[in-house]
């Protein structure tokens, strides 16, 4: 996860290629478990990187930061399997899509303006450690606003998130927890 967040860096691509290619990365393993972690990881980035820039990373820089340890080939296919366990389907959760519904939300309901960059700075901490995979990300972008802001200053985000119960709000207040640990 540091080595992504570096390449991601070093390449200057949005955050939200690094974000994309843990949720590509974390749903293929789930799905399918492989032993050769490194490959996953570079082609979830790869696909990341072709769907969400306007210039993607080119193969060549791909290449490059992987020492040339792959060829463009095994690149493209692990891309290409990973686009089909997906069903062909790259619209699915990530945690910048609920940072971006949840701030908007918080801004058109309450008129407040969230730091976002300062929230995906936060996620990135903890999807560093990952052991952030106990929870899932709705929980996770709550408990990065609720680090930042007191979520109880939005009353209703709990409930229209689905947080009524008091397990799933002791759930988020230990994610919270786990977030100021690793921050």
């Known amino acids: 996860i540091n080595w992504l967040e570096q390449v991601v860096t070093q390449f200057r691509s949005d955050q939200s290629v ?4 843990i949720s590509l990365f974390d749903y293929t393993l ?24 306007i210039f993607p990373t080119s193969m060549r820089d791909i290449l490059a930061v992987t ?6 080939r095994q690149i493209c296919q692990k891309s290409y399997e990973i686009f089909q366990n997906l069903d062909y389907n790259v619209y699915f ?21 969230l730091d976002k960059s300062s929230l995906l700075k936060i996620l990135m901490v ?7 995979t106990d929870y899932d990300k709705l929980t996770i972008c709550l408990a990065a606003i609720n680090l930042l802001y007191d979520i109880n200053d939005f009353p209703d985000i709990l409930g229209c998130s689905g947080f009524t119960s008091n397990s799933r709000i002791r759930h988020l207040n230990n994610a919270t927890l786990f977030f100021k640990s690793t921050a």
Request: proline share 2%.
């Open 18 to 21: 690094f974000f994309y290619s």
């Open 30 to 53: 789930s799905d399918n478990p492989t032993s050769d972690l490194h490959l996953t990881m570079i082609g979830s980035l790869y696909l990341a990187s072709m769907f969400l820039e």
């Open 67 to 72: 020492s040339y340890k792959y060829s463009a």
């Open 93 to 113: 959760s990530s945690h910048v899509m609920y940072i971006n519904i949840l701030c908007k939300y918080i801004s058109e309901t309450y008129n407040s303006e």
């Open 126 to 132: 903890a999807i560093r450690n990952y052991q952030y």
